[in-house]
């Protein structure tokens, strides 16, 4: 996969996973080179293979970043119909995951337009009682450059993308 030629279709894909788990997962490594996983519910991806999170709740991969800032970011489609459609066909019509490789960046002050963009995502939530206390005073980002992408390989449920 080509992260610049199929940024589009990774974006896209991204969106879809966002949609059925929440979040993504990205993969670290601390300090005893021991990789772990944080839950980010948080990831934007922009228009030129560039990222950021909302970092309020991660305690370990600011922590890990100080060390290495390479990561690993998976996103799983778990749309139920996605999984049921494809298991009837015996072909997925997209991949089902994907993963980007990338270096962090230093955390900063969001932008206005990065809260737009977190808002507009959680605007769903916004009458739930949780919505302020997970989603309200996001301020600070942590940019993120992605270097390669990799699509997931199911066998013959994948051999035609």
Not at 101 to 124: D, F, H, P, V
Request: charged share 25%.
């Amino acid at each position: 996969m080509d992260i610049q030629r199929d940024w589009n279709k990774i974006r896209l894909h991204f969106k879809r996973s966002f949609r059925s788990n929440f979040h993504v997962s990205i993969a670290s490594v601390d300090a005893e080179n021991n990789p772990t996983v944080t839950p980010i519910g948080s990831l934007f991806l922009n228009h030129d293979q560039t990222g950021f999170y909302f970092e309020k709740y991660p305690s370990k991969l600011p922590v890990h970043a100080e060390r290495n800032k390479n990561i690993c970011v998976l996103a799983v489609n778990s749309n139920t119909w996605f999984w049921i459609k494809s298991l009837f066909k015996g072909k997925f019509n997209s991949f089902p995951a994907i993963k980007l490789y990338g270096k962090l960046g230093e955390r900063r002050q969001a932008s206005e337009i990065e809260i737009t963009r977190l808002n507009r995502r959680m605007k769903a939530t916004r009458g739930m009682k949780g919505h302020r206390y997970l989603w309200g005073d996001m301020q600070l980002v942590r940019d993120i450059t992605f270097t390669k992408a990799h699509k997931i390989n199911l066998g013959d449920m994948t051999s035609g993308l």
